[in-house]
């Protein structure tokens, strides 16, 4: 085999080139989407106009970030079949949306999933614990996403890092300010068919070189890497973190705001189960193909070039496509990977921008009496300002280590989100006390065990050894969240969110009432 080189680091003409065009193509659409959003439906929820196939693939565009497509790919690289236990745990969480989450959410909620836990509860404590649990995950989230925006575009395209980090937010911002969810939406959708068509030949590419029999390749990186790339345990050692890692990505998908505000784009509950069918069949299909990639990219481009130009191993694909279908590939790739930090962090902000207008401003401090012009104008200085913060952090947290920050994201859905939201629609003894309590011990202790973790404990902060020894918090916190849901329903009991909860059944399996 040829020893290869690679041109990543050097500005790449095409690249640019297919980015702005992806630029100009999205902002003609968000143009043309800007006209149609005069309404909060129009600016939150698209007018609930998007159809099941449609929102299937915005679906997979918001859930396929950078973090999916490089971050997975580079773990595969480096540590051989274990990091299948990532493709595997981000894809297992779409049934549970799809039975437990997707039809209760579209009949009984209208933007946020705080109005499905707030239901037949105390609307402000609960919109305010809510909001917390929306916005830290939002936080961390797109500041992962910023900060990785900036490293990629200053290694691809040349550009210095607070440069790239300003233009992705200034697109960003105009994305959502102008279209709203419209925008937002066919963004995604554009950016989930580059994504999969790019992943789909670079696949086709790395499978020519060992005539397509996937064996005679994981041969090829048995043979040159040890048996050991193709056995557990070269990631996550201890099986009780592995399983808490499996536990927060299954969960923490039916916890995410940025998704869970996708089922109300569509008109009825029966359109928001097809969008997450298409969305588990794409996302599905879409980690297969990280998988392939992966083990492509250490057998074709090996692992010590992969580390020697990021250690993490973030740049196999792209280092992949290099080696596969010359610079034209990788610049097709490379604007590719863009457009998804960029789509990604647009959703992100939406929710964020809604959980601030709906919730905090519409159902708590005007206490429901906003008029709907009072409620888009909060809604895109929200827009505005958390744009302008997401470029602030993400120039402030320049050249840390930030990867933890996806992982505490979704220990947080897992655990603040998710439990409150599933007892709200299944237990009738539910009520404002228990909900609150529930919201703040699942973000609490996420978060607290996050920070004594080897992964900050050790990693970011310089100590010797980890307070507490997993990586992963979720088998701990999410437990704990539902125990304290149940023991602070049980301890301040809520009689008229009990006699509710029968009119919550009626709307929710017969949809009586939802908008």
Not at 114 to 120: I, T
Not at 230 to 258: E, K, Q, R, W, Y
Not at 263 to 269: G, L
Request: charged share 10%; net charge positive.
């Amino acid at each position: 085999m040829q020893p290869f080189s690679t041109t990543i680091g050097q500005p790449n003409a095409l690249s640019i080139t297919l980015f702005f065009a992806f630029v100009a193509l999205t902002l003609v659409i968000t143009y043309f989407a800007a006209k149609r959003s005069k309404t909060a439906s129009d600016f939150y929820a698209a007018g609930r106009s998007v159809t099941g196939f449609q929102n299937g693939l915005a679906l997979a565009g918001d859930y396929m970030s950078a973090a999916s497509f490089l971050g997975i790919a580079g773990l595969v690289s480096l540590k051989g079949y274990d990091g299948l236990i990532y493709s595997i745990g981000f894809l297992v969480g779409w049934p549970i949306v799809l039975f437990l989450i997707a039809e209760p959410l579209r009949n009984l909620g209208k933007y946020t999933f705080a109005d499905v836990v707030a239901y037949r509860l105390r609307q402000k404590p609960v919109r305010i614990a809510a909001s917390v649990g929306s916005l830290t995950t939002v936080a961390f989230y797109l500041i992962a996403q910023m900060v990785g925006s900036g490293s990629l575009v200053k290694l691809m395209f040349g550009l210095p890092y607070e440069l790239a980090v300003i233009i992705v937010g200034a697109i960003m911002i105009a994305y959502v300010l102008f279209g709203g969810m419209l925008a937002t939406t066919w963004v995604q959708i554009i950016k989930a068919v580059l994504l999969l068509s790019g992943a789909t030949v670079m696949v086709f590419l790395v499978l020519a070189h060992f005539g397509f029999n996937p064996g005679r390749m994981f041969s090829a990186a048995a043979a040159r890497y040890g048996d050991g790339v193709l056995a557990p345990g070269g990631l996550v050692a201890n099986p009780l973190d592995a399983v808490s890692l499996g536990i927060a990505l299954m969960f923490g998908t039916a916890g995410l705001p940025h998704i869970l505000m996708r089922f109300y784009t569509v008109p009825d509950a029966k359109a928001a189960r097809k969008s997450v069918f298409y969305a588990t069949g794409l996302i599905g299909y879409f980690y297969i193909l990280t998988f392939i990639i992966g083990f492509g990219a250490m057998v074709l481009v090996g692992q010590d070039i992969i580390t020697r130009i990021d250690k993490g191993g973030n740049m196999a694909a792209l280092l992949l496509a290099e080696a596969t279908g010359g610079t034209v590939f990788l610049g097709f790739i490379a604007a590719v990977a863009f457009a998804t930090i960029l789509a990604v962090v647009a959703g992100l902000t939406l929710a964020g921008a809604t959980t601030f207008a709906h919730d905090l401003y519409v159902n708590v401090f005007a206490a429901g009496r906003a008029t709907e012009t009072q409620e888009i104008k909060v809604a895109k200085r929200a827009t505005l300002a958390l744009g302008v913060l997401a470029i602030g952090l993400g120039i402030a947290f320049k050249g840390q280590n930030v990867a933890f920050m996806v992982g505490l994201a979704f220990a947080i859905a897992a655990s603040a989100n998710f439990p409150a939201l599933l007892m709200s629609i299944l237990w009738q003894r539910f009520s404002t006390f228990g909900a609150t309590l529930s919201i703040a011990t699942g973000a609490l202790t996420a978060t607290t065990l996050i920070i004594l973790s080897p992964t900050v404990w050790v990693d970011v902060l310089g100590n010797p050894s980890a307070i507490f020894a997993w990586k992963n918090p979720a088998l701990i916190s999410m437990p704990a969240a539902f125990l304290a849901g149940w023991l602070g329903s049980l301890l301040r009991p809520e009689e008229e969110a009990e006699k509710k909860f029968a009119m919550l059944k009626v709307r929710n399996y017969l949809s009586v009432g939802a908008e």
